[in-house]
Structures are given as C-alpha cells and as structure tokens.
C-alpha cells in the first residue's frame, strides 16, 4: 500500500520542510481559533492536537514522514501524554533504557516500567529496494519480490527441542527471563533496572546442546523462501516507501514483522522526472529557431507525439504540453505537463553563400544582400578606413 504522509502537515496548514518554530506557531494559531473553550470546532481541535503531537516530536516525525500514520501505530511508541513527558527527561538525564524500572525518591516510588510480555514484541522489519524504471512508474506494474524469512521450525514446533524432552530453568535469572539491577544517584535516590537476561535470552529457560533440535540447532526458527507480488501503483514518486503489514519475519514467540519497501527510480536517458512533470531537452539549429519545425517524442506508454512549432523558438524557451507528464499517484487520470526545452545550437563558422545563407537572410528580415567581407593589410593602417569606417578586425 502507498504510504499518505501529507495529512498532519495539510491539518496544520504548513510545508513539510516546515521548521520546528513554524509547526509551533502554526499551531497556536490554529488552536485559538478552533479551541472549544473559544467556540471552535472540538473535532477539528482535536486534530490539529493530533498532527501537532507528531509533527513536534523529531522522532515521531521521521517515523512518520517515511511510513505515514501506519508507521506511528507500528512503531510500538506508547501514545505520549503530559506525565509520559516527564519520564522522557528523566530518562535523558539519568540514561534509563527502554522504559523498564522504576526510581525512588524517599518514600516516593515512580515506576517507569511498561507492560511487556513475550507475545507482544514485534519481530524486526525486513527492509528491502526496488528498482523501477520510469516507464513502469509512468504506466504501474506489478514486480515479484524474493525475501528469506525466519518462520518457527516446523519439527520442533518452535521449542527448539527435540521430541519428550523439556528445557531446564535457567539459573542466571530463576526463570523470570529478567535481571534486576539497582543503581544509586545519590542520597535517597536510587533507580531499579529490569532487563533482559542474556543467559536465556529472556526466555527464563535453557536447552541443553542433547537436547537442542537437530533441524534448527534449538534456535526454534527456520528460514522460509517467500516470493511475493507487489502492485506498484502509476505515479509514485523516488524513495517512496510501502509498508506490507505481517508479512516479514515469523518467528517464535513473537508477532509477524513489516516488509518495509523503498521504491527508487532509474534514471532515464531521455526523460527528466520534476514532480508530476517530463522534461525533455531538445537541440535545433538557428535555421530551425526562425524558420519552424517538427519532430517527433515517443512517450512512455509508447504513444506517439508530433511536436510542430510554427513560431520563432528563443534560445532555452521551454514549450509546455498540458496533461502529457506524469501521472499523478492518487488520481492517475490527472498528468502533469510534457516540458520541452529547446537550445539552438549556433554555427561556428560564417555560412558559405547557399540556399541556408539566403533563408536565414530571409527570416532575418535583410532586403539587399551585404556587400561580402574585404581582406585588409595590418602592416598599412590606412588600408583600415574605408569610405570613413574604421575596420575592426
């Protein structure tokens, strides 16, 4: 699916290289206006709050700017609120890590932990590039893609074990899978951090090498050659990313991973791609500039187009052809224009008398012939006034 990362940026009515303090004051502006306590519209405040939340945060911002809004939900970033803030500076000050463990005060205890469990991590997103030619994104394609991906071992079912046998506790952590350690600040301020057991991965058990499964060497996961078919739409544009939800990674104990796809365009040796338009460069002689011509463009889906230009061409003039450029991604019968810039090539020489040196005369507008160019000698510097003109050579 195509990625929509412009609806935050339209709801707060800014560009997307906008700067932190033009989002800011964006937003004040807009909130007094739509504030409920003010009259405004309370849904409409609600989603300038919304683009606001995401477009202040760099982070969230990144997230969002490459994957749009189905990025934030699969970011497993908690939605943020005034108190989660201020757990945010805390962690900056005193370095917490992924939001597991509380910090003691005195008698006061903060509890900066959140609810995990092993069924609710994400397996990491394969990240993969497509390459496209400008005629397939002109006229959209279908491309088949090949992942390996981790799936659990289908003979062991995803223990890792082999068959009656059961993994022992693991000792390091007594099978909680998680290690406690405490770190002090200073006089009654202390931290208390949970993570990861690295002696059984966070698992709480542990499997003897006889016991391992003797397909996946207890690693309870398998690789899977996985062909896939994606539909690229007409129009995209370059470094465009697509998300394909749960089909990525499969491993056990955890949830399907993300394909996350960048489309990037191949240069074309004819076209220019700017936005929705085409650009062509074209190179005519200055017979042609003043005379008029015809050539011929075939596009990109093939068709055929005769270009006549009945009028004088100026040098780097730029023809524009309506509707003949790039079709525009989420209405594809709307195209951009067909730019054609022309660059009448000089000649380097003086033209010898013939019919080109009398047609240019002609579209030049002379009604007599120039008299033709006399040799004078630099030794005499008389011989370089003639009829009171000074000679420049």
Avoid: W
Avoid at 86 to 94: P, Y
Avoid at 200 to 227: E, F, L, W
Wanted: aromatic share 6%; charged share 25%.
């Amino acid at each position: 699916m195509s990625v929509d990362n412009n609806a935050y940026y339209q709801t707060l009515g800014i560009q997307k290289k906008a700067t932190e303090a033009q989002i800011k004051k964006a937003y004040r502006d807009q909130a007094k206006v739509n504030h409920p306590d003010k009259g405004g519209n309370q849904e409409k405040f609600k989603e300038i709050s919304e683009a606001y939340e995401v477009l202040s945060s760099p982070e969230k911002r990144q997230i969002y700017d490459k994957f749009g809004k189905e990025g934030l939900n699969r970011s497993n970033e908690p939605a943020s609120s005034g108190f989660s803030d201020h757990i945010n500076i805390f962690r900056d000050i005193f370095g917490f890590g992924e939001g597991f463990g509380e910090m003691r005060s005195g008698s006061q205890t903060f509890n900066f932990s959140r609810q995990h469990s092993s069924r609710s991590v994400k397996c990491p997103n394969v990240h993969h590039i497509i390459n496209l030619s400008l005629e397939d994104i002109y006229k959209g394609t279908r491309v088949d893609a090949n992942f390996d991906l981790d799936i659990p071992c289908t003979t062991c079912q995803g223990s890792g074990l082999k068959s009656n046998v059961d993994p022992r506790l693991c000792q390091n952590c007594h099978g909680s899978g998680k290690m406690v350690y405490t770190r002090v600040f200073g006089p009654g301020m202390m931290q208390q951090i949970h993570t990861e057991c690295n002696k059984c991965n966070g698992s709480g058990k542990i499997i003897n090498d006889a016991d391992k499964c003797v397909i996946c060497n207890g690693n309870k996961n398998t690789k899977m050659k996985k062909k896939i078919t994606i539909n690229i739409p007409p129009g995209i544009t370059d470094n465009q990313n697509m998300i394909i939800g749960n089909a990525g990674h499969q491993r056990a104990g955890c949830l399907p991973g993300d394909i996350l796809l960048t489309l990037k365009q191949i240069p074309h040796n004819y076209f220019k791609r700017q936005g929705n338009d085409l650009l062509v460069e074209k190179n005519i002689t200055l017979l042609e500039a003043l005379s008029g011509f015809q050539f011929q463009i075939t596009q990109l889906d093939g068709e055929k187009l005769l270009i006549q230009c009945k009028s004088v061409v100026q040098n780097n003039q730029i023809k524009r052809i309506i509707n003949h450029g790039m079709p525009h991604q989420n209405n594809p019968g709307i195209k951009g224009c067909l730019l054609i810039k022309f660059t009448v090539i000089f000649p380097t020489e003086l033209l010898k008398d013939g019919e080109e040196k009398l047609s240019l005369k002609e579209h030049l507008g002379c009604q007599r012939l120039m008299q033709p160019l006399q040799d004078y000698s630099e030794d005499n510097p008389e011989d370089k006034m003639k009829n009171g003109l000074r000679i420049i050579i």
